[in-house]
């Protein structure tokens, strides 16, 4: 049962994540930071979707700075609607957060953007393998999303939750790199 290893998985990381110290929340999401910057997909971006940082989650707010000084490079963030839609919408400079759906700011109003239009996307998530698969928080809103994204899909993690086999369903989208403080790992490769 797919499901069962799942939660078995889901429970092991988030407990993993939790007893994470701010200082090593900040390390790791500072390597991160670093090494999206770099990637030349990130750098020909246009429209960017970054997330807000839940629960222990690499913080990527560093990148929220860089994209809204590019003025070639529009910031997003997802906002969980009512129906439990995902959508992308323009954070711009000045633009307060405010909190939206299970507690997770989100921009107080904005320009919506059609999945097809994002260049780049992070995915937050609870666990990741090579092979691009991911483990979210079991609700599967970026399984709804992802699959209309034409642009680069990046999974971010710390290291520990880079393992060897994440139980992968029909439904669940492969991410094209995962991020770590440790490196940059492509799907499949
Ligand atoms: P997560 O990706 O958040 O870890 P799952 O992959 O287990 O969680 O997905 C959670 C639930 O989301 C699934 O059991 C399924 O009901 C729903 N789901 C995922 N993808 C889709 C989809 N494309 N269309 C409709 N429901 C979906
Ligand atoms: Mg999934």
């Known amino acids: 049962m797919v499901g069962r290893e799942k939660e078995t998985l889901r429970r092991e990381m988030l407990q993993k994540r939790k007893s994470l110290s701010e200082e090593e929340i900040r390390e790791a999401s500072l ?3 670093e090494r999206i910057k770099e990637l030349s997909s ?3 971006a246009k429209t960017v979707m970054l997330y807000y940082p ?3 989650e690499i913080d990527l707010r560093p990148l929220f700075e860089e994209v809204l000084r590019d003025p070639q490079k529009v910031l997003l963030l997802p906002k969980v609607t009512r129906d439990g839609d995902m959508l992308a919408v323009e954070l ?3 633009t307060p957060l405010v909190k939206g759906g299970f507690g997770i700011p989100e921009p107080a109003g904005g320009r919506i953007f059609k999945p097809e ?3 780049f996307v ?5 666990a990741f393998d090579k092979r691009g698969c991911r483990l979210g928080m079991g609700k599967g809103f970026y399984d709804r999303f992802l699959p209309r994204v034409k642009g680069v899909k990046v999974g971010v993690a710390y290291d520990f939750q880079l ?3 994440v139980p992968c369903e029909e439904h669940d989208i ?8 440790s490196g940059i790992f492509e799907r499949g490769g």
């Open 163 to 165: 393992v060897e086999n």
């Open 92 to 94: 711009a400079e000045g």
């Open 31 to 33: 390597k991160v930071c």
């Open 54 to 56: 839940v629960r222990g």
């Open 117 to 119: 239009k994002i260049d």
């Open 174 to 181: 492969p991410l094209d790199l995962i991020v770590t403080p």
């Open 122 to 126: 992070t995915v937050p998530g609870v």
């Open 42 to 44: 990130f750098k020909r």
